[in-house]
C-alpha cells in the first residue's frame, strides 16, 4: 500500500522479513542500503496507512497477529475469543482492512468477520461461522483470506476463505450471503 505523503511512501509485506517501509523516489546505488526500514517483524502481511496522518500504520504478521503502529509505540490489536467461546482461527495471512469511508474502522477475518470501530481496540464479530466448519489440522483451515468493502457504499462487504467460499454482505455484516 501506499501512504498519501508528498513524497509518498511504499509498505509491503516480505515472507520471513517482516514488513518494509521505504521511498516511491528513485534512489541513487548509494542510498538503496539505508532508503528502505523494517516496521514490523514475523512474516509481513497485509498493511494499512491511515490517511488522515500518514504515520498510523495497522499491519500483521503470521496467524492474526496485528499492531497499530504510530510514533508512540506499537500496540497489540489482535482480536481474542471472548471465554467459552470457539477460538479464532486465523490464517497464515491474516486479512487487514481499514474501511475506505472511515479510518477508525477496521475489519478482520478468522471463521468469522470482525469489525473494530475504535482503531483495533475492540473488536466484534459481525458474522458467523462463513467457512465449510472444515476439521482442523496442524494449520487452520477454514479461514478468510481477503476482505474488501466498497469505496462507494459503506457497509458493501465481500469476504473470501481459503475453502472457497465468497461472502457478500450488503448491510454492514448483518446478513452475509453466497455471492454468484
Do not use: C
Amino acid at each position: 500500500t501506499t501512504d498519501r505523503a508528498e513524497p509518498y511512501k511504499i509498505y509491503g509485506g516480505l515472507q520471513d522479513n517482516g514488513v518494509m517501509a521505504g521511498p516511491a523516489t528513485p534512489l541513487k546505488p548509494q542510498q538503496q542500503t539505508d532508503a528502505w526500514r523494517a516496521i514490523y517483524g514475523g512474516d509481513g502481511g497485509f498493511v494499512q496507512v491511515n490517511p488522515r496522518d500518514n504515520t498510523t500504520i495497522y499491519t500483521e504478521s503470521q496467524f492474526g497477529h496485528m499492531s497499530r503502529l504510530e510514533k508512540s509505540g506499537r500496540t497489540v490489536i489482535r482480536p481474542v475469543h471472548k471465554l467459552k467461546e470457539t477460538p479464532h482461527r486465523f490464517n497464515w495471512m491474516t486479512p487487514l482492512l481499514m474501511s475506505p469511508h472511515s479510518p477508525d474502522i477496521l475489519y478482520t477475518g478468522s471463521q468469522e468477520v470482525l469489525r473494530s470501530l475504535d482503531r483495533g481496540a475492540t473488536w466484534t464479530a459481525i458474522s458467523g461461522d462463513l467457512t465449510t466448519h472444515p476439521k482442523v489440522g496442524n494449520v487452520p483451515y477454514g479461514t478468510f483470506t481477503t476482505l474488501a468493502e466498497s469505496p462507494k457504499r459503506f457497509g458493501l462487504l465481500y469476504a473470501g476463505t481459503d475453502d472457497g467460499l465468497v461472502q457478500v454482505s450488503r448491510d454492514g455484516g448483518f446478513t452475509w450471503k453466497h455471492a454468484k
